[in-house]
């Protein structure tokens, strides 16, 4: 998921302060991308129809707030 401040400005803050918030929540993610605006979710191969969706909701309640 790419975070844009505007059309000229990468949001590199909202990335990591997403990352904070996801992480204070039980979900790991990273950014990636030249600017690190980027969240990456890289779940194992493993991962169940249950953790996948409290991934999806815990990542829809953060972009949210």
């Known amino acids: ?3 844009i401040h505007d059309e000229f400005h990468p949001g590199n803050r909202w ?3 997403m990352v904070q918030k996801l992480l ?3 979900l790991i993610m990273v950014t990636e991308g ?3 605006n980027v969240l990456a979710l890289t779940p194992p191969l493993t991962i ?3 953790q996948l ?3 999806v ?3 829809d309640i953060c972009l949210k707030i």
């Open 53 to 55: 969706e409290f991934a």
């Open 15 to 17: 990335a990591q302060q």
């Open 34 to 36: 030249v600017c690190q």
């Open 57 to 59: 909701d815990t990542l």
């Open 1 to 3: 998921i790419e975070l």
């Open 24 to 26: 204070k929540r039980g």
């Open 48 to 50: 169940t129809e249950k």
